[in-house]
């Protein structure tokens, strides 16, 4: 049987015509839908990586010590963590660990993962290369006696901007831990809190101290605008840790090395990562006023890259109803049957095309 079979259709390809319907506006398309980064790669972020560029061998597949080192740094930092009882390995981006973590663990038919009612459709994606079953559901009492391994959680949300309460985390972890499954957190916008200040799965609060079944998710996509480097980081329970590097030595999963030294110098500095967030605080506050003058109700947003928004219909006639302006926004529906009624829209755009689609929507 062909690995694709059991796919859903890349949601991103449905997306083509109202792509091209808002393509067709006179003052240009303003996409706001996929969320990539638009602004520069950092300086010493590049200089580093130029630094580094000359690396005719093989890079480390766990990282080289410096890069460790940062990963465990910023860990503390930013997560609560402490350095001494963690385990962190480079990925190549954070898409390719949460396509691949299920089969890295060694998941396959019978086994259940637990993924959030609306999400990252890459969750739903991994599991089903590994050939396990997902269930979506954010209440863990309701998934009944299934044989649960994984658990995914997503805080600050992709693509609800929803932020998971500490006790909310705490019950996860403990319930995971009663039945031996792993608890695998995504946490790429975890240091884009707006109206909430997101918590780590890696807290002492969340883990009692310990980090037996817990992983962390993160990645330098959004905080520093790496997402053309592909790079992210897994952390937290060593002995899982050393579990996944050992099957990606083997795979070849490798992070370049001049990527490395890269993450080395965005994850040591903290300027650029405040003056992107100052970036996105204005977007944000310019398409949030607009949205709400223009009908549409903000759900949850409290977080993250997106804004969650609806006005009670069809997420497909919303996004129609925004190409018709000349604007792209993506369909709730791609993140699971409970957004069909919801647009995500999202706040990578430059300051120019941002103002293009408030004026839109203001008209």
């Not at 992210?232 to 002995?239: E, K, L, R, S, Y």
């Given at each position: 049987?062909?690995?694709?079979?059991?796919?859903?259709?890349?949601?991103?390809?449905?997306?083509?015509?109202?792509?091209?319907?808002?393509?067709?506006?006179?003052?240009?398309?303003?996409?706001?839908?996929?969320?990539?980064?638009?602004?520069?790669?950092?300086?010493?972020?590049?200089?580093?990586?130029?630094?580094?560029?000359?690396?005719?061998?093989?890079?480390?597949?766990?990282?080289?010590?410096?890069?460790?080192?940062?990963?465990?740094?910023?860990?503390?930092?930013?997560?609560?963590?402490?350095?001494d009882?963690?385990?962190?390995?480079?990925?190549?981006?954070?898409?390719?660990?949460?396509?691949?973590?299920?089969?890295?663990?060694?998941?396959?038919?019978?086994?259940?993962?637990?993924?959030?009612?609306?999400?990252?459709?890459?969750?739903?994606?991994?599991?089903?290369?590994?050939?396990?079953?997902?269930?979506?559901?954010?209440?863990?009492?309701?998934?009944?006696?299934?044989?649960?391994?994984?658990?995914?959680?997503?805080?600050?949300?992709?693509?609800?901007?929803?932020?998971?309460?500490?006790?909310?985390?705490?019950?996860?972890?403990?319930?995971?831990?009663?039945?031996?499954?792993?608890?695998?957190?995504?946490?790429?916008?975890?240091?884009?809190?707006?109206d909430?200040?997101?918590v780590?799965?890696l807290?002492?609060?969340?883990?009692?101290g310990?980090?037996?079944?817990?992983?962390?998710?993160?990645?330098?996509?959004?905080?520093?605008?790496?997402?053309?480097?592909?790079?992210?980081?897994?952390?937290g329970?060593?002995a899982?840790?050393?579990?996944?590097?050992?099957?990606?030595?083997?795979?070849?999963?490798?992070?370049?090395?001049?990527?490395?030294?890269?993450?080395?110098?965005?994850?040591?500095?903290?300027e650029?990562?405040?003056?992107?967030?100052?970036?996105?605080?204005?977007?944000?506050?310019?398409?949030?006023?607009?949205?709400?003058?223009?009908?549409?109700?903000?759900?949850?947003?409290?977080?993250?890259?997106?804004?969650?928004?609806?006005?009670?219909?069809?997420?497909?006639?919303?996004?129609?109803?925004?190409?018709?302006?000349?604007?792209?926004?993506?369909?709730?529906?791609?993140?699971?049957?409970?957004?069909?009624?919801?647009?995500?829209?999202?706040?990578?755009?430059?300051?120019?095309?941002?103002?293009?689609?408030?004026?839109?929507?203001?008209?």
């Amino acid at each position: 049987m062909s690995r694709t079979s059991g796919l859903p259709d890349f949601p991103w390809d449905l997306l083509a015509p109202a792509k091209r319907a808002a393509a067709a506006h006179p003052d240009g398309l303003v996409d706001l839908s996929i969320g990539t980064p638009v602004d520069p790669v950092p300086q010493a972020v590049r200089d580093a990586r130029a630094a580094g560029s000359d690396a005719p061998g093989y890079p480390l597949t766990a990282g080289s010590p410096g890069l460790r080192a940062a990963l465990a740094d910023w860990a503390v930092r930013n997560c609560g963590a402490t350095a001494d009882a963690l385990g962190v390995l480079p990925t190549i981006g954070s898409k390719e660990l949460v396509a691949w973590l299920p089969t890295l663990l060694g998941l396959g038919p019978g086994d259940v993962v637990v993924i959030p009612e609306v999400c990252y459709p890459t969750y739903e994606v991994g599991v089903r290369l590994a050939g396990a079953t997902p269930v979506r559901s954010d209440s863990l009492t309701a998934v009944g006696p299934a044989r649960v391994r994984l658990v995914w959680v997503n805080s600050p949300s992709n693509p609800t901007g929803r932020v998971l309460p500490t006790a909310h985390l705490r019950k996860v972890v403990d319930w995971a831990r009663e039945r031996g499954a792993v608890v695998a957190s995504d946490e790429c916008y975890l240091t884009l809190g707006w109206d909430d200040t997101p918590v780590s799965v890696l807290a002492p609060e969340v883990t009692a101290g310990r980090y037996d079944g817990v992983l962390a998710v993160h990645s330098l996509s959004k905080r520093s605008n790496l997402a053309g480097y592909r790079a992210g980081f897994v952390a937290g329970d060593p002995a899982l840790v050393a579990e996944l590097l050992a099957v990606r030595k083997h795979a070849g999963m490798i992070v370049p090395a001049p990527v490395q030294a890269a993450m080395v110098a965005a994850l040591g500095d903290e300027e650029h990562v405040a003056e992107q967030r100052a970036r996105y605080t204005a977007r944000r506050e310019t398409l949030r006023s607009m949205l709400i003058k223009a009908g549409f109700e903000i759900e949850h947003s409290t977080a993250g890259l997106y804004l969650w928004a609806t006005r009670g219909e069809d997420c497909w006639a919303t996004v129609d109803w925004f190409a018709a302006r000349g604007i792209l926004v993506a369909p709730g529906a791609f993140y699971g049957p409970a957004g069909e009624r919801h647009v995500r829209v999202a706040l990578t755009a430059t300051d120019e095309r941002v103002a293009a689609a408030a004026d839109r929507l203001s008209a």
